[in-house]
Nanobody, 123 residues
Framework: QVQLVESGGGSVQAGGSLRLSCAISEYTSSAPCMGWFRQAPGKEREGVAT???????TYADSVRGRFTISKDGAKNTLYLQMNNLKSEDTAMYYC?????????????????WGQGTQVTVSA
């Protein structure tokens, strides 16, 4: 059973940076797609960034130019570098894998999830 474990969340002031990590117990470099999602209180889970087996990346409009998704096969880890953070980025961030096809930024298209890591950005 593949497991995903996120880390790197925390509290930061607006304009600051954080790097999230997702350790993957059984990493597959050819995995069709893996991604980061987030969910704020009272809101639906939304796609933030995804990366496919050929390392093509996709970003939500709200984070494009500020966030960067990457993966390191040697370390079995998925990353999300977040720069110029805004208060609206405050949410629980989740790593997702086992992509079933379709829109890569849609949460229902992933079968495997981590437990999440909290990101809080103060104005």
């Amino acid at each position: 059973q593949v497991q995903l474990v996120e880390s790197g969340g925390g509290s930061v002031q607006a304009g600051g940076s954080l790097r999230l990590s997702c350790a993957i117990s059984e990493y597959t470099s050819s995995a069709p797609c893996m991604g980061w999602f987030r969910q704020a209180p009272g809101k639906e889970r939304e796609g933030v960034a995804t990366i496919d087996g050929t390392e093509i990346t996709t970003y939500a409009d709200s984070v494009r130019g500020r966030f960067t998704i990457s993966k390191d096969g040697a370390k079995n880890t998925l990353y999300l570098q977040m720069n110029n953070l805004k208060s609206e980025d405050t949410a629980m961030y989740y790593c997702a894998a086992d992509f079933a096809g379709g829109d890569s930024l849609t949460s229902r298209n992933y079968k495997l999830w981590g437990q999440g890591t909290q990101v809080t950005v103060s104005a």
